[in-house]
T-cell receptor, first 112, second 115 residues
Framework: EDKVVQSPLSLVVHEGDTVTLNCSYE??????LLWYKQEKKAPTFLFML??SGIEKKSGRLSSILDKKELFSILNITATQTGDSAVYLC????????????WGLGTSLAVNP | DGGITQSPKYLFRKEGQNVTLSCEQN?????MYWYRQDPGQGLRLIYYSQIVNDFQKGDIAEGYSVSREKKESFPLTVTSAQKNPTAFYLC??????????????FGPGTRLTVL
């Protein structure tokens, strides 16, 4: 059965810390991996990863994919209280439908 | 502004009543989705539609129904057969023809509480 596992499930850090969130997957016919940020409402898109070893970067956030070891990481440097959210990972299998396989998310709390 | 709208934001219903949640998008996306989110359970797919007048069941379709008569609209009806309907409902859309074809964009959600 296809699955996506995120770790840790929750994390509490202080402002300024650097955090690394993990997303591992077991999916038949991998196509791409997506990261979202959810702050008590709709998930907002962060990154889409399709190739191993190519870092995607947006400000203090970055992400990379390892298709050999079947995982992705999301890094947040110099964390701010506004980074507090649930970070969701989803994998898109190859095929004609668009059914994403979602992880349970990592809940990040950044304390001042 | 292009985007996805859901209404209402909050909805309260008595047990045994059917209720319809609205989802509209002006992104010209072909595919639309309905998810349910419960604490600790992540996003679970209820129904999805890849084209007008066609839709498929997701992982938890029992007790729900949808229609897709227009490209922009994908309403979800929560019927009285749904045993535990209180949840946060999210609508999303994507475009198979776009550069970011796999990315789903979400509406603001509807929080349904059944009393």
């Amino acid at each position: 059965e296809d699955k996506v596992v995120q770790s840790p499930l929750s994390l509490v850090v202080h402002e300024g810390d650097t955090v690394t969130l993990n997303c591992s997957y077991e999916v038949t016919n991998f196509r791409s991996l997506l990261w979202y940020k959810q702050e008590k409402k709709a998930p907002t898109f962060l990154f889409m990863l399709t190739s191993s070893g190519i870092e995607k970067k947006s400000g203090r956030l970055s992400s990379i994919l390892d298709k050999k070891e079947l995982f992705s990481i999301l890094n947040i440097t110099a964390t701010q209280t506004g980074d507090s959210a649930v970070y969701l990972c989803a994998v898109v299998p190859a095929g004609n439908n668009r059914k994403l396989i979602w992880g349970l998310g990592t809940s990040l709390a950044v304390n001042p | 502004d292009g985007g996805i709208t859901q209404s209402p934001k909050y909805l309260f219903r008595k047990e045994g009543q059917n209720v319809t949640l609205s989802c509209e998008q002006n992104l010209n996306h072909d595919a639309m989705y309905w998810y349910r989110q419960d604490p600790g359970q992540g996003l679970r797919l209820i129904y999805y539609s890849q084209i007008v007048n066609d839709f498929q069941k997701g992982d938890i379709a029992e007790g729900y129904s949808v229609s897709r008569e227009k490209k922009e609209s994908f309403p979800l009806t929560v019927t009285s057969a749904q045993k535990n309907p209180t949840a946060f409902y999210l609508c999303a859309s994507s475009s198979p023809l776009a550069r970011d074809t796999d990315t789903q964009y979400f509406g603001p959600g509807t929080r349904l509480t059944v009393l």
